[in-house]
């Protein structure tokens, strides 16, 4: 993708990965306006960026992503990127599901719902601009599901799916679609604390930008690309020893 002069919207962009994201268009001279749920951590990025612009929005909410577009598409018409990043991770054990419905479909609300519905929303839009790009962050746990995370797993594959579908449909078209796979990344994803093993955010930031720069558009980090092309009997093992691997070091997990 163009790497400067884009007008681009990122949900989730007032944290971890979104947020180092932000800094790096922002520094590579695009406007950047970053959609979340919590005015304070929006305020917080704002004073230390004055140009950046912010905006409050759930993106599980049906009613509040049309707002959101109707909104952007007015105040910023040259907007030509969108980054569907918003998403949250909860641990749930089959066995014992303890909350009711709703606390299981936010899940799939904010990491299926929102980058699908706003992915329709804006089409129409980017396609009047010279050049445009949606960028979509899944997960390695798209291709490697992560037992432990079995709702979030089943977003990531579904959002995964649809970027694919998306990337044929619009191919004949001026927007790139661009999938992210993070791997782990030591963010507050799933709460402060449970993402402390993972990669370094910077250096994930960083090498995702030099891949965005080389014009690529399925990009992981640590093997999560490699991930797509692995056999199944690679898959299926990955699985069952990350699985392994979370009981062991979680052994609460189950009771
Ligand atoms: N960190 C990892 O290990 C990892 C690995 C693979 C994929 N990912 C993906 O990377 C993306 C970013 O996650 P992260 O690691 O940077 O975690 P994070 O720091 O928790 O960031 C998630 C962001 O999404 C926003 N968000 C959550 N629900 C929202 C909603 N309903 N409406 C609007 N914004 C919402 C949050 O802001 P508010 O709470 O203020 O709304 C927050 O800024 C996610 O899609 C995640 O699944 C992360």
């Not at 396609?127 to 089943?154: D, E, R």
């Amino acid at each position: 993708m163009k790497m400067s002069g884009n007008t681009i919207l990122i949900t989730g962009g007032a944290s971890g990965i979104g947020l180092a994201f932000a800094e790096r268009f922002l520094e590579r001279g695009n406007q950047v306006i970053i959609v979340g749920r919590r005015e304070e951590k929006l305020r917080e990025v704002k004073d230390r960026f004055p140009n950046i612009h912010t905006k409050v929005c759930d993106v599980s909410k049906q009613d509040e992503r049309i707002s959101l577009f109707e909104w952007a598409t007015k105040e910023f018409p040259q907007i030509n990127v969108l980054v569907n990043n918003a998403g949250i991770q909860q641990r749930v054990n089959l066995l014992n599901p303890q909350e009711n419905w709703d606390y299981y479909r936010n899940e799939i609300s904010i990491n299926v719902d929102g980058p699908i519905h706003l992915t329709m929303l804006f089409t129409p839009h980017l396609q009047k601009q010279a050049q445009a790009a949606i960028l979509n962050v899944t997960s390695g746990l798209a291709v490697m599901t992560g037992v432990w995370v079995p709702v979030y797993s089943a977003t990531k594959a579904a959002l995964h799916s649809f970027t694919t579908s998306l990337r044929h449909q619009l191919a004949e078209t001026n927007i790139e679609v661009i999938e992210i796979l993070p791997p782990a990344v030591n963010t507050d994803l799933g709460g402060a604390g449970l993402h402390t093993f993972g990669a370094p955010l910077t250096d994930f930031a960083d090498t995702i930008f030099a891949e965005l720069e080389k014009g690529e558009i399925e990009i992981g980090y640590g093997g999560t690309k490699e991930r797509l092309h692995a056999t199944r009997e690679e898959i299926m093992q990955g699985i069952k020893g990350a699985w392994q691997n979370f009981l062991k070091n979680n052994p609460g997990f189950r009771s």
